[in-house]
């Protein structure tokens, strides 16, 4: 089951992660994130409830995002400063 949170017509999924230790992120502190680290137009985030009960968190940008990989390490830091501790997985064209 997919709940979205805030979509604009993003198109690619570029990233994934899971919080750990029972963390939890809000749609507007993720989406603020997420914009800033992609720094592009059409950025949306989704989360996402796993059969075996967990939670994925989706990152959607549009096809064209420019350095993702420089987008990714953006992305990572922020929820590094936040005190978040993750996994995160990347599923966009590099």
């Not at 064209?64 to 400063?81: G, K, Q, S």
Request: some cysteine.
């Amino acid at each position: 089951m997919s709940k979205r949170l805030h979509t604009s017509g993003a198109d690619v999924r570029w990233l994934s992660f899971r919080l750990r230790n029972g963390q939890s992120i809000g749609p507007d502190k993720l989406q603020a994130g997420w914009n800033d680290a992609a720094a592009a137009d059409g950025c949306s985030v989704r989360r996402e409830r796993l059969d075996e009960g967990g939670v994925v968190y989706a990152l959607y940008g549009p096809s064209t995002l420019n350095a993702p990989h420089a987008v990714e390490l953006r992305m990572r830091r922020f929820l590094m400063d936040h005190g978040y501790v993750f996994s995160m997985g990347t599923m966009g064209a590099r």
